[in-house]
Every structure is written in structure tokens, then in C-alpha cells.
């Protein structure tokens, strides 16, 4: 509880939502000698980058919404002084599939010559094998070119294009649908599919929808550390937040949990956020506010018309394994199928004909999802008992699943949908997963869905969405301002995930803001 409450007190800054991005803003504020005040709705800080023990007398602390660490700028931990750590996972992918009547799959990952026989026990050939070197060599130079410049101020369309210094990438990746390029350089459905996957995760859209929100949704997924590579948060995602509400109290930030700001008033130079709690409602006073929600929630904070309403498409499953279950692809051992990303049901025209009938609004007849397994890659997360027995974690990400779909009966879709994914995943392991799934202290299936509309219900995610909104392009746009983060009111700033370069757990949007503050105050 904050000392003010009860009565008007003014901080420099207010910061609407303890996420992860907030949370940033908060340590890089108070750190610069600016008092700050976090207003969190819920009980607890993080926002969708938590941990919790979702399965009753379980000792597993699991990354119950988001999961995996790769936008997340080392410059962030390092000037934050951060207790957190990320380890990379040894295999990339693993991708299962039935050819010929025979039970196979893609491996990527474990070192250059076991990835280039994967390849080719699963092509015949090098061909494959050669197109992804090239394709990822291309997109690995756009990361290293890119990443550095999300915590900088916004470069304009052309400035980044002459950073980017590749005429093909710019055009592969900014200018014409992914699909061309996905088509154009790779023969095999099954490997087509694998490279497409990174332009749909929690983004509804075709290979070649026009709109290219697709490409920016692969973007996005391809640049992070300035590799592309996505790492596990040691301890959990709750490490993080949990780390970075540590920096915001020792700089001096105040985090108030169990306060809802409900409105913001302001004249562009001082501001009133009103609040609300379990004993009533207060106010205090604040220089700047910056608001760590989604555009539609700061639309309805400052009673401005909100924007055009956004829409999630993701199924997130969590699981608990006594043991990992085995594979009818008996070349590949579960321990390495399973520590990097498990594809299912992901082939090329799998993915164009889940998306089709999920836009004629109907569920996929096989849904694609991908599947890791935390706890290969970081044991901590589970009790010391649960270690030594050889239990793991099995997190799940379904694609294709847009929020519209769920509206009849959220609690019914939810169960079909799990089933029929799981039946997918099921077709390619030689035993049943329910046969694995480990039970909690009332003896039920350790497993939890959430779809699009829980995330809307638990976070208050518009539509479910993980973005907030459709991602932009990380470059200055007509209204972006100088750092992405501006709102038509001077003094307003929104440093969630639906800035300009937001979107996952990176701390971008929060660095930002607070830049965007400091800027101004001259320190």
C-alpha cells in the first residue's frame, strides 16, 4: 500500500499497470531520481509475464501465459542491474510427420551436420537443406541491424532501410506477403510450414494477406537478441517481473497493488489519475502518466474514442507430465523433440486450411500448434520431488483460433478445441499424452486452456490479443512521434505492448516511455 493513500499526493510520474513493461519504466524512472507511483489492478505485478502453481498441491511454478524471452534487450538487464537470467534451448524445432506410411520429422538444431541429415532423411536431398541456411543467414544480418535500433528513438521508413542495407531482405520481409518468399525458396510442404510459423503466432492472417501483418508478425519473431533465438527464463517468466519489481522498489518507486486507475484526467501538463480500491475510490496527482494497458483501456481512461477493436486467435494449454511421452518417430529421442519448438499439424497447407475454415468460422478439423518443454531446459521450476521422479512441463500455443470463435459457448469450444488438438499431437506419439499427464491433489488432469476470450476475462488482453493490437512496423509512422510511444495528450505516454515496437516480453515500450520522459525533463 502506498503512504498517500487516503489523501492527494503528487509523483512526477504515475504509471497505469505493474506488467513487465510498466515495471521498466518504473526502475528506469526511479533510478533517474524521478518519484513514481505503479497502479495495479490485480493482486500481484507482471501482468501475462507471471508464474504461478496452477494446479492444486502441485510444486510446479509454471509460465502461466507468456513463456519464452527473445525481445528482451540485454542493455535493459544490464542498466536495471537485473537478477535474471535466459538459457538457450540446444534444439530449435522438431516437426513430425507421416510420409510414405512411415512415421518421420524435421530436427533443427544439435549442431550444423545433425541438422543437414535431418534435412536430408527428410527431403532426400541438400537442396532444402541450403534454402534455409541462406533464408536464416539473410534474416540473421536483418537482426543484427534491426534490434539495436528498438531502443532508439523511431528511424523513419528510410533510414531503416538504409540500416537494413539489403535490397532482397527489405523486399522479402517489408514489401511483398511472406508467403512469396516462403514459396519461392522452399519446395518442401513440411519445411515451408516450419519457416511460416513465426509469421502467425498470435497474429490471424494468410501467407498472403495484403495487409503484410503476417510479415510483421515474423519479423518481429526473427530479430529478437539480434539472433532470432528464443530463450528460456530461468526460474519461470515470474523471474523476470519479479526481478524487475525488485529494481522499481530499490530505486524508490511505489508499487500500490489492488488499485484499478479508473480515470485520467489532464491538460497536456499535469495530471489526475482516480483510482480505485477495495475501501473506495482516490486520486493523486502526477507531471506524466504512463499507461502500461492496452490502447482500447487508455481510450477509455482518458475518454478518448477508443481504436478500432483488436482480436486474438491463440489456444495456451499448460501441462504436467509424470514423464514425457514416446514418439512413433523412433529416430528422435522425446528429450530433444520436446526442449525445442514441437510443431504439430504445422505442414504449409495444413496451416492455409486451418486459417480458411477458421475465417468461415469454424474450428480448424486440425488445429496447429507448437509445443516445448520448460522444465528440460530449466528444472528449477519444478520441486525437488517432482525432479528426481522425472516429471516435465509441456507448455502448448495453438494457432489459427481467433477470438470469434468462442463466442457461442467459450467454456464448449475451449474443451473441443483441447481435444482435437491433443488428437493431433496424439497421432504422432507412440502412447496417448492422457496417459502421461500427471494429477493434482484432487487427482485431475495437471492441464489448464486459455483462449482468446479467459485472456480477455484474466488480463484484460482486448479480444484475447497477446499484442494488444496488430504489431507496427518498427519504424516512424504518421502520428508515431519520436519514440512510438506518444499519445495526442503531452503528458500521456502508453508504454504497453501496444506501442510502436511492442508487443512480447521485451521491456521495449517501458524503456521508451521512460526515455521519452527523461528527454523532456533533461536528465
Not at 528440460?376 to 516435465?392: A, H, M, N, R, S
Request: glycine share 12%.
Amino acid at each position: 500500500m502506498p503512504a498517500h493513500e487516503g489523501h492527494h499526493r503528487s509523483y512526477d510520474a504515475v504509471i497505469v499497470g505493474g506488467g513487465h513493461n510498466g515495471l521498466v519504466a518504473a526502475a528506469y524512472l526511479a533510478r533517474a531520481g524521478r518519484s513514481v507511483l505503479v497502479l495495479e489492478r490485480l493482486g500481484n505485478t507482471g501482468g501475462a509475464a507471471v508464474s504461478t502453481r496452477p494446479f492444486a498441491g502441485v510444486d510446479a511454478r509454471l509460465s502461466r501465459y507468456s513463456y519464452l524471452v527473445s525481445l528482451l534487450p540485454k542493455k535493459i538487464v544490464r542498466d536495471l542491474g537485473l537478477d535474471f537470467r535466459v538459457r538457450t534451448r540446444n534444439v530449435s524445432s522438431y516437426t513430425p510427420v507421416e510420409r510414405g506410411g512411415s512415421p518421420t520429422g524435421l530436427l533443427v538444431g544439435g549442431g550444423e551436420r545433425r541438422t543437414r541429415e535431418a534435412f536430408a532423411r527428410l527431403t532426400g536431398g541438400e537442396r532444402e537443406y541450403q534454402a534455409w541456411q541462406r533464408f536464416y543467414d539473410m534474416t540473421g544480418r536483418v537482426a543484427q541491424r534491426i534490434f539495436p535500433t528498438l531502443t532508439e528513438p523511431l528511424p523513419t521508413r528510410d533510414e531503416l532501410r538504409v540500416r537494413v542495407d539489403d535490397e532482397e531482405a527489405w523486399r522479402v520481409l517489408f514489401e511483398e506477403p511472406i508467403g512469396a518468399a516462403v514459396e519461392d525458396r522452399f519446395a518442401d510442404d513440411l519445411v515451408r510450414g516450419v519457416v511460416l510459423t513465426d509469421a502467425l503466432i498470435g497474429t490471424f492472417a494468410d501467407a498472403h494477406d495484403p495487409s503484410l501483418k503476417q510479415n510483421r508478425c515474423f519479423l518481429y519473431h526473427v530479430i529478437g537478441g539480434g539472433t532470432g533465438a528464443w530463450d528460456v527464463p530461468v526460474g519461470g517468466m515470474g523471474a523476470l517481473t519479479d526481478a524487475l519489481a525488485t529494481a522499481a522498489r530499490d530505486a524508490g518507486a511505489v508499487l500500490a497493488t489492488g488499485h484499478e486507475a479508473v480515470r485520467i484526467d489532464t491538460d497536456g501538463s499535469a495530471a489526475e489519475i482516480t483510482y480505485r480500491t477495495a475501501d473506495g475510490e482516490g486520486a493523486v496527482a502526477a507531471r506524466h502518466v504512463l499507461v502500461n494497458a492496452s490502447p482500447q483501456q487508455l481510450a477509455v481512461l482518458t475518454g478518448d474514442r477508443p481504436p478500432t477493436p483488436a482480436e486474438g486467435a491463440q489456444l495456451k494449454v499448460n501441462m504436467l507430465l509424470r514423464r514425457l511421452p514416446r514418439l512413433r518417430d523412433s529416430e528422435v529421442d522425446p528429450r530433444d523433440a520436446f526442449s525445442g519448438t514441437f510443431h504439430v499439424a504445422e505442414g504449409y497447407q495444413q496451416l492455409a486450411t486451418a486459417h480458411a475454415e477458421a475465417a468461415a468460422g469454424r474450428l480448424p478439423t486440425a488445429p496447429p500448434s507448437e509445443i516445448y518443454c520448460h522444465s528440460l531446459t530449466d528444472p528449477t521450476i519444478l520441486g525437488p520431488d517432482l525432479v528426481e521422479q522425472g516429471y516435465q512441463t509441456l507448455t502448448l500455443f495453438g494457432l489459427h483460433t481467433p477470438a470469434r470463435l468462442f463466442d457461442r459457448d467459450n467454456d464448449a469450444v475451449r474443451e473441443e478445441l483441447l481435444k482435437s488438438t491433443l488428437a493431433q499431437l496424439d497421432a504422432h506419439l507412440a502412447e496417448p499424452l492422457a496417459d502421461c499427464l500427471a494429477t493434482d491433489a484432487d487427482g485431475r488432469p495437471c492441464i489448464e486452456a486459455k483462449t482468446p476470450l479467459d485472456l480477455e476475462r484474466d488480463l484484460r488482453l482486448p479480444g484475447g490479443n497477446i499484442f494488444h493490437r496488430e504489431l507496427s512496423w518498427p519504424y516512424a509512422q504518421e502520428g508515431t512521434g519520436r519514440w512510438g510511444v506518444e499519445t495526442r495528450h503531452a503528458n500521456v505516454l502508453l508504454c504497453g505492448a501496444g506501442a510502436v515496437r511492442g508487443g512480447g516480453v521485451s521491456g521495449v515500450p517501458g524503456h521508451n516511455a521512460a526515455m521519452a520522459v527523461l528527454e523532456e525533463l533533461g536528465g
